[in-house]
Nanobody, 119 residues
């Protein structure tokens, strides 16, 4: 069993930055960050292999967000810069055996952390 606990969300002005953390217990998996805005479907933001060797980003966040992981700490991060109001959502980390943007392929999910970007 894997447990994921996100932290680092909050309220920030447009153009600001936040860093989300996802602390994982249990075995190592490929990881993903997803988000869901009110009235919208959950979407992939960034994914990374368990080795940390390959990261894939949604077009909407390329150049602004960076996913990274510290396997010694069993923690995955999402550094979010140049935040926009449209980045407002609940952000979730997820773990699974595949590196994919399909949320259905992930086995474990955190509880989510709210990110609100004001204009």
């Amino acid at each position: 069993q894997v447990q994921l606990v996100e932290s680092g969300g909050g309220l920030v002005q447009a153009g600001g930055s936040l860093r989300l953390s996802c602390a994982a217990s249990g075995r190592m998996f490929n990881m993903g960050w997803f988000r869901q805005a009110p009235g919208k479907e959950r979407e992939s933001v960034a994914t990374m292999t368990w080795t940390g060797g390959r990261a894939v980003y949604a077009d909407s966040v390329k150049g602004r967000f960076t996913i990274s992981r510290d396997n010694a700490k069993n923690t995955v991060y999402l550094q979010m810069n140049s935040l926009k109001p449209e980045d407002t959502a609940v952000y979730y980390c997820a773990a699974g055996p595949f590196t994919t943007d399909e949320d259905s392929r992930y086995l474990y999910w955190g509880q989510g952390t709210q990110v609100t970007v004001s204009s």
